[in-house]
């Protein structure tokens, strides 16, 4: 019996040391950065950080072999969509991937991508997405999704003048250490020797880029002085409230009037972003913001793979609202969730 009991034991610990394995932050050399949005002029671009697929084998073929994990894919299209390309109006469709990855000893997750099929790379990124996704649920990945927005200045070719610099929970070595970003510390910091919101590589004036504050000689003169340092500090933390002011404002227009106020009131108490005083609350909002626009997104993804009959019988079985009125967080991830389960019975949901 006592033997069982040790097993078993040994058994969850390594279960727990495979997972914490996964969840360490990939080299930053395979670190790269997409452009998601830019400005009207082409100027400015809002980028998120990525890695390629084969970095994400390499780490499964080194924690478990080749032989201990596999992946299938289950491949629909969706045809007859109009969409603008180029300032036209063309008929196109879309390709829909769901990827399972089965690791032996730690189970199944799916994760789902799609892509235009008019796009030559379109079923590459579709194929990309759905199996990085399915690898975040075991948390391979994951520590993507807590970066910040970062807006960097871009060139000729719409592509970062400077990548960001990555902020210290982000490397390997430092999150084995216990450094994790600042919304998984209950004090809303990074923690000792990590950056702040991190410093972008753009154009000088960005606001709320600093990471460092002065501990030395405040300017030219030479002097220093709790007076002068205070009042650095002072300007950057304003600079630093406007930005998140400015990034929370972006995403309420990504997620609707209704569920905006909803999450300011919830979470904040207020009507606009400037009032709440609490940096550690903003950056809150912030997060539970973007974790709605990533629902939002997978929403529309499994809603056009599904008939819009099967759609309204699960909202009524859940008893939703019209996708259009959906106001809160628990109402997103229930009928994301519903709806994924729909599309595929097999796939489990990351927390």
Aim: with cysteine; aromatic share 6%; net charge positive.
């Amino acid at each position: 019996m006592a033997n069982e009991e040790s097993s078993a034991s040994a058994l969850v610990l390594d279960i727990r040391r495979l997972l914490a394995d996964l969840e360490v932050p990939f080299p930053p050399d395979k670190v790269r950065w997409r452009v998601t949005n830019t400005t009207i002029d082409k100027k400015r671009g809002q980028i998120v950080p990525y890695a390629d697929p084969r970095a994400y084998t390499d780490r499964l073929n080194a924690l478990f072999s080749p032989q201990g994990w596999t992946r299938e894919y289950k491949i629909e299209a969706v045809n007859n969509i109009t969409r603008m390309k180029k300032g036209e109006s063309i008929v196109s469709g879309k390709v829909l991937v769901t990827c399972t990855v089965t690791i032996i000893g730690l189970w199944s997750h799916c994760g789902t991508g799609e892509d235009w099929a008019d796009d030559d790379n379109g079923m590459t990124s579709a194929d990309a997405q759905a199996f990085k996704r399915a690898c975040s649920c075991f948390g391979l990945g994951r520590y993507f999704y807590d970066f910040p927005v970062f807006w960097v200045d871009l060139d000729q070719n719409r592509q970062p003048v400077r990548a960001p610099v990555l902020s210290g929970w982000a490397l390997p070595e430092n999150w084995s250490k216990g450094m994790r970003p600042p919304s998984k510390n209950g004090d809303g910091k990074a923690g000792a020797g990590s950056q702040g919101a991190g410093s972008n590589g753009g154009s000088a004036g960005n606001k709320g880029q600093a990471t460092a504050r002065p501990t030395g000689p405040a300017n030219g003169n030479g002097r220093s002085g709790q007076g002068a340092t205070g009042k650095a500090n002072g300007s950057a933390t304003s600079a630093h409230g406007e930005d998140l002011d400015e990034r929370i404002l972006r995403l309420g227009e990504a997620v609707g009037a209704s569920f905006y106020r909803n999450i300011l009131r919830e979470y904040g108490r207020v009507n606009q972003p400037k009032l709440i005083r609490d940096a550690a609350v903003k950056r809150k909002v912030l997060q539970v913001l973007e974790s709605a626009v990533r629902g939002f997104d997978r929403l529309r993804a499994v809603t056009q793979r599904l008939d819009p009959t099967t759609v309204e019988t699960q909202l009524t079985k859940l008893q939703a609202p019209p996708i259009a009125k959906i106001a809160d967080m628990k109402t997103l991830q229930d009928v994301v969730f519903g709806l994924e389960g729909l599309g595929n019975p097999n796939c489990h949901h990351a927390a």
